[in-house]
Nanobody, 124 residues
């Protein structure tokens, strides 16, 4: 069993930055692929970014490429999402997810464990 806890959300003005963290329990964190998804009010959950077990391979949604950076520290059982140049359309609840058997990184159905989410609000 893996427990994921997100933190770092908040209210920020457009153009600002935030760093989200996802702390994971368990000694096998370093074997999981991980990802960030987000869900805006009234919309479906959407893929944001993914990272493989070692951190050597990353994927991004087109909407965040060049602005967001996903990373992980396996020694700390923690994944991060550094967000720069935030836009009002980035407003959403952000969820981290863990994939025990790595597959399609952009599909939410792939992921086995989810955190409770952290809210990001970007004001214009």
């Amino acid at each position: 069993q893996v427990q994921l806890v997100e933190s770092g959300g908040g209210l920020v003005q457009a153009g600002g930055s935030l760093r989200l963290s996802c702390a994971a329990s368990g000694r096998t964190f370093g074997t999981y692929a991980m990802a960030w998804f987000r869900q805006a009010p009234g919309k479906d959950r959407e893929f944001v970014a993914a990272i493989n077990w070692s951190g050597g391979v990353t994927n991004y949604a087109d909407s965040v490429k060049g602005r967001f950076t996903i990373s992980r520290d396996n020694a700390k059982n923690t994944m991060y999402l550094q967000m720069y140049n935030l836009k009002p359309e980035d407003t959403a609840v952000y969820y981290c997810a863990a994939d025990v058997v790595a597959g399609s990184p952009e599909s939410s159905y792939e992921y086995d464990y989810w955190g409770q989410g952290t809210r990001v609000t970007v004001s214009s």
